[in-house]
């Protein structure tokens, strides 16, 4: 089915798990993408890829979101009517270490802070001013239940998405009068993920932790997105907490099989 026009959806981290998913789906539906990852290999396959299945449009801007200017450098190579962003999902994040606070490394939370909370303020300090002027647009930031609950060795992690969820109901009280929607995602577990495989630094390991329970899947996750995404203009979901059904809490998660 095609978008009723051809909306532009932007994703931040669409090279790997939820915003790879997610840029399927929007795909599917017919949107013109922007994807943004620092892998230029799998964003250029999946350019080649939804051109040919879905004949809609898509760029792709190839950089590190940790860095600032390289940011606004790839917005800004963006042709006046590419920079017309209907819908933002700032999704590019992930976790680093599980070590209890006195033992963390700084370069783990250099990295989750820089990439969770500054990566995501400065793709919207670029994209929202845009929407401001135009008086529509959907910002929609992923959070984690790691932003609504704190879990053993999970502390910088936790703050990152703590913050994602402050800034969320920041921009939503500072730019709902101009007609904008700001909503976040909150999932559990995901599988079909880097995240982690990311967390314990490659190790494969210790990244099996979805192998005796069924969590969420990416594309769980990137369908929930395009609900938010999709509803009547006068409707905005803000927050969507959402686990698998064998996942009763951060710490609560009842490993007894996959189905
Ligand atoms: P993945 O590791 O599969 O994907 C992370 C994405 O973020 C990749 O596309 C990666 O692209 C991008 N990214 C990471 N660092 C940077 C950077 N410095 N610059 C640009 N892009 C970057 O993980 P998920 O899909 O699981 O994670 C997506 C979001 O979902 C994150 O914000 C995460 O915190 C959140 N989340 C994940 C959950 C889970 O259990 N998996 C649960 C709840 C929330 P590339 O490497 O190409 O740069
Ligand atoms: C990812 C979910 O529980 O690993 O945000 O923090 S969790």
């Known amino acids: 089915m095609k978008a009723p026009y051809s909306k532009i959806v932007l994703i931040t981290g669409a090279t790997s798990g939820i915003g790879k998913a997610t840029s ?22 999946l350019k080649k890829k939804y051109k040919r299945k879905y004949a809609i449009k898509v760029k792709i801007l190839n950089f590190d979101i940790r860095n600032s200017s390289a940011t606004k450098k790839a917005f800004g190579s963006l042709d006046s009517n590419w920079k017309k962003i209907d819908i933002l999902i700032n999704n590019a ?49 992923i959070c984690s239940t790691a932003g609504h609950e704190v879990y053993p060795k999970g502390n910088v992690y936790c703050a990152t998405k703590h913050a ?22 909150s999932p559990g577990a995901v599988e079909e993920t ?16 979805y192998e005796d329970y069924n969590p969420l899947t990416s594309r769980d996750v990137a369908r929930t997105i395009y609900f938010v995404a999709s509803q009547p203009q006068h409707v905005n979901i803000q927050d969507v907490l959402m686990m698998g059904r064998q996942q009763a809490s951060s710490t609560q998660i009842h490993r007894t099989g996959r189905s």
Request: charged fraction near 25%; proline fraction near 2%; hydrophobic fraction near 40%.
């Open 164 to 185: 994602v969820d402050a800034l969320t109901k920041g921009m939503r009280l500072d730019l709902t009068q101009y007609g904008l929607k700001v909503s976040q995602i």
């Open 194 to 209: 880097e995240f982690s495989l990311n967390r314990f630094d490659g190790d494969k390991n210790k990244a099996k932790i």
């Open 24 to 45: 399927a789906k929007f795909a599917k539906q017919g949107y013109n993408l922007v994807l943004t990852g620092r892998r230029l290999s799998i964003l250029e396959e």
């Open 93 to 141: 994040g992930l976790a680093k270490g599980f070590d209890p606070i006195h033992k963390g490394k700084l370069i783990d939370w250099e990295t989750m802070i820089d990439t969770n909370i500054k990566g995501l303020l400065y793709m919207t300090r670029l994209v929202a001013p845009g929407m401001v002027k135009r008086g529509n647009g959907h910002i929609i930031n």
